[in-house]
Protein backbone atom coordinates (compact mmCIF):
# COMPACT_ATOMS: atom_id res chain seq x y z
CA UNK A 1 0.00 0.00 0.00
CA UNK A 2 1.04 3.83 -0.05
CA UNK A 3 3.00 5.15 2.68
CA UNK A 4 1.44 8.68 3.41
CA UNK A 5 3.39 11.83 5.28
CA UNK A 6 0.02 13.02 6.72
CA UNK A 7 -3.71 12.45 6.30
CA UNK A 8 -4.73 15.38 8.71
CA UNK A 9 -5.37 18.27 6.02
CA UNK A 10 -9.28 17.09 5.45
CA UNK A 11 -12.03 15.08 6.33
CA UNK A 12 -12.58 11.81 4.40
CA UNK A 13 -15.47 11.55 2.31
CA UNK A 14 -18.01 8.67 0.97
CA UNK A 15 -20.79 8.96 -1.53
CA UNK A 16 -23.94 6.67 -1.97
CA UNK A 17 -22.25 4.78 -4.91
CA UNK A 18 -19.67 3.67 -1.74
CA UNK A 19 -17.06 5.92 -3.43
CA UNK A 20 -14.32 7.00 -0.66
CA UNK A 21 -12.27 10.50 -1.20
CA UNK A 22 -9.25 11.56 1.00
CA UNK A 23 -6.30 14.12 0.86
CA UNK A 24 -2.97 12.76 2.14
CA UNK A 25 0.97 14.09 1.79
CA UNK A 26 3.30 11.39 -0.47
CA UNK A 27 6.70 11.57 0.08
CA UNK A 28 8.71 12.52 -2.77
CA UNK A 29 5.30 13.63 -3.65
CA UNK A 30 3.69 16.26 -2.26
CA UNK A 31 -0.21 17.16 -1.40
CA UNK A 32 -2.35 14.17 -3.59
CA UNK A 33 -6.02 13.54 -3.32
CA UNK A 34 -7.61 9.94 -3.75
CA UNK A 35 -10.75 7.94 -4.44
CA UNK A 36 -12.00 4.55 -5.13
CA UNK A 37 -13.97 1.97 -3.23
CA UNK A 38 -11.84 0.75 -0.18
CA UNK A 39 -8.77 -1.24 -1.48
CA UNK A 40 -9.01 0.17 -5.07
CA UNK A 41 -7.87 3.48 -4.48
CA UNK A 42 -5.99 5.72 -7.25
CA UNK A 43 -4.76 9.11 -6.61
CA UNK A 44 -7.14 11.70 -8.71
CA UNK A 45 -4.95 15.25 -8.18
CA UNK A 46 -1.54 15.72 -7.09
CA UNK A 47 1.23 18.59 -6.71
CA UNK A 48 3.26 19.09 -10.37
CA UNK A 49 0.19 17.39 -12.14
CA UNK A 50 -0.99 19.21 -15.28
CA UNK A 51 -4.62 20.48 -15.86
CA UNK A 52 -5.41 19.66 -19.36
CA UNK A 53 -5.17 23.24 -21.22
CA UNK A 54 -5.12 25.44 -17.75
CA UNK A 55 -1.85 24.48 -16.70
CA UNK A 56 0.08 22.57 -13.76
CA UNK A 57 -1.11 22.65 -9.94
CA UNK A 58 1.62 24.19 -8.19
CA UNK A 59 3.74 22.18 -6.01
CA UNK A 60 4.47 22.02 -2.73
CA UNK A 61 1.03 23.58 -2.23
CA UNK A 62 -1.60 21.91 -0.26
CA UNK A 63 -5.30 21.06 -1.31
CA UNK A 64 -7.50 23.73 1.26
CA UNK A 65 -10.53 21.20 0.29
CA UNK A 66 -12.12 17.77 -0.71
CA UNK A 67 -15.51 17.61 -1.86
CA UNK A 68 -17.35 14.53 -3.51
CA UNK A 69 -20.07 14.27 -5.64
CA UNK A 70 -21.63 11.26 -7.64
CA UNK A 71 -19.41 12.62 -10.71
CA UNK A 72 -16.24 12.73 -8.94
CA UNK A 73 -13.94 14.23 -7.00
CA UNK A 74 -13.55 17.96 -6.23
CA UNK A 75 -9.83 19.85 -5.13
CA UNK A 76 -10.10 23.39 -4.36
CA UNK A 77 -5.79 23.95 -4.73
CA UNK A 78 -3.91 26.41 -6.87
CA UNK A 79 -3.04 26.36 -10.55
CA UNK A 80 -0.15 28.39 -11.93
CA UNK A 81 -0.21 30.20 -8.66
CA UNK A 82 -4.34 30.90 -8.98
CA UNK A 83 -7.02 29.11 -6.56
CA UNK A 84 -9.19 26.98 -8.55
CA UNK A 85 -11.60 24.46 -8.08
CA UNK A 86 -10.65 21.44 -9.39
CA UNK A 87 -12.68 18.34 -10.47
CA UNK A 88 -11.87 14.62 -11.73
CA UNK A 89 -14.73 12.41 -12.92
CA UNK A 90 -12.59 9.53 -13.19
CA UNK A 91 -11.43 9.68 -16.50
CA UNK A 92 -10.52 13.31 -16.73
CA UNK A 93 -9.52 16.44 -14.72
CA UNK A 94 -10.68 19.86 -15.23
CA UNK A 95 -11.52 22.96 -13.65
CA UNK A 96 -15.31 24.03 -12.38
CA UNK A 97 -13.85 27.45 -11.60
CA UNK A 98 -10.38 29.14 -11.53
CA UNK A 99 -8.80 32.82 -10.43
CA UNK A 100 -8.41 34.46 -14.14
CA UNK A 101 -10.88 32.22 -16.17
CA UNK A 102 -14.09 33.43 -16.99
CA UNK A 103 -17.70 32.45 -15.83
CA UNK A 104 -21.21 33.18 -15.90
CA UNK A 105 -20.91 36.70 -14.61
CA UNK A 106 -17.64 37.39 -16.07
CA UNK A 107 -13.82 36.62 -14.70
CA UNK A 108 -13.33 34.91 -11.08
CA UNK A 109 -11.15 37.33 -9.62
CA UNK A 110 -11.35 35.48 -6.06
CA UNK A 111 -12.61 31.69 -4.89
CA UNK A 112 -13.84 31.38 -1.45
CA UNK A 113 -11.98 27.52 -0.23
CA UNK A 114 -14.03 27.47 3.26
CA UNK A 115 -17.59 27.79 2.31
CA UNK A 116 -18.45 25.30 -0.49
CA UNK A 117 -20.38 22.35 -0.43
CA UNK A 118 -20.91 19.30 -2.19
CA UNK A 119 -24.26 16.68 -2.64
CA UNK A 120 -24.85 13.29 -4.64
CA UNK A 121 -25.65 16.17 -7.55
CA UNK A 122 -23.35 18.80 -7.66
CA UNK A 123 -20.65 21.47 -5.62
CA UNK A 124 -22.22 25.35 -4.81
CA UNK A 125 -19.44 27.33 -4.11
CA UNK A 126 -18.77 31.15 -3.37
CA UNK A 127 -16.63 33.64 -5.84
CA UNK A 128 -15.80 37.31 -7.10
CA UNK A 129 -15.97 38.27 -10.44
CA UNK A 130 -14.38 41.15 -12.26
CA UNK A 131 -14.70 42.60 -15.72
CA UNK A 132 -16.71 45.35 -17.53
CA UNK A 133 -20.43 45.70 -15.60
CA UNK A 134 -19.84 42.80 -13.51
CA UNK A 135 -21.01 42.73 -9.86
CA UNK A 136 -18.45 41.86 -7.85
CA UNK A 137 -19.68 38.59 -5.58
CA UNK A 138 -22.18 35.52 -6.50
CA UNK A 139 -23.03 32.24 -5.21
CA UNK A 140 -22.34 29.63 -8.22
CA UNK A 141 -23.95 26.03 -8.40
CA UNK A 142 -22.46 23.05 -10.64
CA UNK A 143 -24.99 19.98 -11.01
CA UNK A 144 -24.93 16.67 -12.65
CA UNK A 145 -21.38 17.48 -14.07
CA UNK A 146 -22.85 20.30 -16.23
CA UNK A 147 -22.42 24.04 -16.40
CA UNK A 148 -21.78 26.47 -14.05
CA UNK A 149 -25.06 28.73 -12.88
CA UNK A 150 -25.63 31.60 -10.70
CA UNK A 151 -27.63 31.09 -7.31
CA UNK A 152 -27.57 34.51 -5.98
CA UNK A 153 -25.40 37.79 -7.14
CA UNK A 154 -24.30 40.80 -5.14
CA UNK A 155 -26.92 43.45 -5.86
CA UNK A 156 -29.95 41.38 -6.78
CA UNK A 157 -33.46 41.54 -5.50
CA UNK A 158 -33.76 39.08 -2.34
CA UNK A 159 -36.58 36.88 -2.86
CA UNK A 160 -39.67 37.59 0.11
CA UNK A 161 -37.95 41.29 1.32
CA UNK A 162 -39.94 44.59 -0.05
CA UNK A 163 -38.67 47.10 -3.06
CA UNK A 164 -35.56 48.61 -2.83
CA UNK A 165 -33.75 45.62 -0.55
CA UNK A 166 -30.41 43.44 -2.70
CA UNK A 167 -28.19 41.41 -1.59
CA UNK A 168 -25.22 42.40 0.02
CA UNK A 169 -21.39 40.82 0.04
CA UNK A 170 -21.75 37.73 -0.81
CA UNK A 171 -18.35 36.52 -0.49
CA UNK A 172 -17.83 37.65 3.00
CA UNK A 173 -21.22 36.65 4.57
CA UNK A 174 -23.02 33.71 3.19
CA UNK A 175 -23.65 30.47 4.44
CA UNK A 176 -24.47 27.61 1.82
CA UNK A 177 -25.30 24.51 1.33
CA UNK A 178 -26.65 21.82 -1.13
CA UNK A 179 -29.07 18.59 -0.73
CA UNK A 180 -28.80 15.58 -3.13
CA UNK A 181 -31.81 16.68 -5.11
CA UNK A 182 -29.38 19.74 -6.27
CA UNK A 183 -31.68 22.28 -4.14
CA UNK A 184 -29.37 25.41 -2.72
CA UNK A 185 -30.09 26.36 1.15
CA UNK A 186 -28.73 30.17 1.32
CA UNK A 187 -28.10 32.46 4.19
CA UNK A 188 -27.47 35.98 3.37
CA UNK A 189 -27.07 39.44 4.39
CA UNK A 190 -29.22 42.01 2.57
CA UNK A 191 -28.89 45.81 2.04
CA UNK A 192 -31.24 48.66 0.60
CA UNK A 193 -34.35 50.82 1.67
CA UNK A 194 -35.09 50.37 5.29
CA UNK A 195 -32.65 47.46 6.64
CA UNK A 196 -30.86 47.74 9.30
CA UNK A 197 -28.91 45.74 11.49
CA UNK A 198 -31.62 43.85 13.07
CA UNK A 199 -33.21 42.84 9.88
CA UNK A 200 -30.53 42.17 7.59
CA UNK A 201 -29.86 38.70 7.43
CA UNK A 202 -32.45 35.94 5.57
CA UNK A 203 -32.36 32.40 4.73
CA UNK A 204 -33.90 30.43 0.90
CA UNK A 205 -33.67 27.75 -0.58
CA UNK A 206 -33.41 27.69 -4.18
CA UNK A 207 -34.45 25.01 -6.68
CA UNK A 208 -32.42 23.71 -9.82
CA UNK A 209 -34.37 25.90 -11.90
CA UNK A 210 -33.63 28.72 -9.86
CA UNK A 211 -37.00 29.28 -8.03
CA UNK A 212 -36.51 31.35 -4.88
CA UNK A 213 -38.72 30.01 -1.80
CA UNK A 214 -38.51 32.52 1.13
CA UNK A 215 -37.67 30.69 4.52
CA UNK A 216 -37.24 33.18 6.88
CA UNK A 217 -35.10 36.42 8.26
CA UNK A 218 -34.06 38.58 11.18
CA UNK A 219 -36.57 41.10 12.15
CA UNK A 220 -39.76 38.53 11.13
CA UNK A 221 -42.22 37.61 14.04
CA UNK A 222 -42.76 34.21 14.63
CA UNK A 223 -45.61 32.75 16.72
CA UNK A 224 -43.86 29.03 17.95
CA UNK A 225 -47.55 27.90 19.21
CA UNK A 226 -46.15 27.52 22.86
CA UNK A 227 -48.25 30.55 24.38
CA UNK A 228 -45.50 33.22 24.65
CA UNK A 229 -47.27 35.17 21.40
CA UNK A 230 -45.05 36.67 18.91
CA UNK A 231 -40.95 36.78 19.36
CA UNK A 232 -38.83 38.53 16.85
CA UNK A 233 -36.29 37.13 15.56
CA UNK A 234 -33.09 38.25 16.07
CA UNK A 235 -30.49 35.38 14.88
CA UNK A 236 -30.30 32.22 11.92
CA UNK A 237 -28.06 29.62 11.81
CA UNK A 238 -28.14 26.91 9.92
CA UNK A 239 -25.24 24.14 9.84
CA UNK A 240 -24.35 24.03 6.28
CA UNK A 241 -21.10 21.66 6.65
CA UNK A 242 -19.10 20.59 3.85
CA UNK A 243 -21.80 18.32 2.36
CA UNK A 244 -23.94 14.65 2.86
CA UNK A 245 -20.87 12.84 1.47
CA UNK A 246 -18.76 14.18 4.35
CA UNK A 247 -19.90 12.25 7.63
CA UNK A 248 -20.71 14.87 8.80
CA UNK A 249 -24.75 16.06 9.48
CA UNK A 250 -26.09 19.05 8.34
CA UNK A 251 -29.22 21.21 8.95
CA UNK A 252 -30.85 20.36 5.43
CA UNK A 253 -31.95 17.26 3.92
CA UNK A 254 -33.38 16.42 0.15
CA UNK A 255 -37.18 16.76 1.14
CA UNK A 256 -36.64 20.42 1.30
CA UNK A 257 -36.71 20.80 5.06
CA UNK A 258 -33.88 23.09 6.77
CA UNK A 259 -33.30 22.84 10.63
CA UNK A 260 -32.13 25.94 12.15
CA UNK A 261 -31.54 27.75 15.75
CA UNK A 262 -33.39 30.79 16.08
CA UNK A 263 -32.44 33.74 18.67
CA UNK A 264 -35.25 36.40 19.38
CA UNK A 265 -34.89 39.62 20.87
CA UNK A 266 -36.30 38.48 24.07
CA UNK A 267 -33.54 36.71 24.84
CA UNK A 268 -34.81 33.46 24.26
CA UNK A 269 -34.35 30.70 21.39
CA UNK A 270 -35.52 27.67 19.36
CA UNK A 271 -35.27 24.84 16.97
CA UNK A 272 -37.05 25.34 13.88
CA UNK A 273 -37.66 23.18 11.44
CA UNK A 274 -38.69 25.06 7.85
CA UNK A 275 -39.93 22.96 5.61
CA UNK A 276 -41.13 23.72 1.85
CA UNK A 277 -44.83 23.03 1.25
CA UNK A 278 -46.18 20.07 -0.40
CA UNK A 279 -46.15 20.43 -4.51
CA UNK A 280 -50.04 19.36 -3.58
CA UNK A 281 -51.44 19.54 -0.14
CA UNK A 282 -53.89 16.45 0.47
CA UNK A 283 -52.04 13.88 -2.14
CA UNK A 284 -51.02 11.79 0.59
CA UNK A 285 -50.42 9.07 -2.03
CA UNK A 286 -49.24 11.32 -4.80
CA UNK A 287 -51.43 10.04 -7.43
CA UNK A 288 -52.20 13.72 -8.88
CA UNK A 289 -55.99 14.16 -6.77
CA UNK A 290 -56.95 14.47 -3.53
CA UNK A 291 -59.95 11.80 -3.27
CA UNK A 292 -61.09 8.42 -1.25
CA UNK A 293 -57.86 6.85 -1.33
CA UNK A 294 -56.34 10.07 0.34
CA UNK A 295 -58.60 9.69 2.99
CA UNK A 296 -58.25 5.98 3.23
CA UNK A 297 -54.40 6.55 4.08
CA UNK A 298 -55.10 8.65 6.56
CA UNK A 299 -57.58 6.49 8.55
CA UNK A 300 -55.19 3.69 8.18
CA UNK A 301 -52.37 5.11 9.70
CA UNK A 302 -54.37 7.31 12.39
CA UNK A 303 -52.06 8.02 15.30
CA UNK A 304 -48.65 6.81 13.33
CA UNK A 305 -45.39 8.17 13.65
CA UNK A 306 -43.24 7.47 11.05
CA UNK A 307 -41.31 9.65 8.11
CA UNK A 308 -42.35 13.22 7.45
CA UNK A 309 -44.57 13.48 4.56
CA UNK A 310 -45.62 10.08 4.65
CA UNK A 311 -48.09 7.21 5.34
CA UNK A 312 -50.98 9.98 5.61
CA UNK A 313 -48.94 12.73 7.35
CA UNK A 314 -50.53 15.69 4.93
CA UNK A 315 -49.40 18.43 7.53
CA UNK A 316 -45.24 17.10 7.16
CA UNK A 317 -45.17 17.09 11.02
CA UNK A 318 -44.20 13.26 11.65
CA UNK A 319 -47.89 12.36 12.85
CA UNK A 320 -51.07 11.43 11.22
CA UNK A 321 -54.18 12.77 13.09
CA UNK A 322 -56.86 15.01 12.95
CA UNK A 323 -54.69 18.05 11.45
CA UNK A 324 -54.09 15.78 8.62
CA UNK A 325 -57.50 14.43 7.93
CA UNK A 326 -58.58 18.50 8.01
CA UNK A 327 -56.05 19.03 5.05
CA UNK A 328 -57.63 16.58 2.96
CA UNK A 329 -60.87 17.07 3.26
CA UNK A 330 -59.89 21.00 2.71
CA UNK A 331 -58.71 20.24 -0.67
CA UNK A 332 -60.88 17.44 -1.60
CA UNK A 333 -61.44 16.89 -5.45
CA UNK A 334 -57.88 19.28 -5.95
CA UNK A 335 -56.69 17.81 -9.64
CA UNK A 336 -52.80 18.57 -8.94
CA UNK A 337 -50.76 20.36 -11.02
CA UNK A 338 -48.51 18.69 -13.56
Do not use: K
Amino acid sequence: GQVFGGMDSSFPFINTAGTVAFSGTVPGVGDTIWSGFPGLMDVNLQDGEVVPGVGTINVNTPFWGVHLDNFGVIGFGSIDGHEAIMHHDGTTLSTIARVGAAGPLGVYTDLESGTGAASDDGYIFVGRVGGSGATDSAIFRRLGGGATTVVAREGDHPYGFWAGVEFDDLFTYPTVSLDDSGRAFVRARVRGLGVNNGNNMGLWSVEPDGTFNFIMRTGQWIDLGDGGGLRQVEAIILNSEPGTNSGRGRGVNTRGDAVVRVSFTDDTQAIIVAQLPPACPGDVNEDGIVDAQDLAMVLAQWDSTGPVGTGGDANLDGLVDAQDLAVVLATWNHVCEG
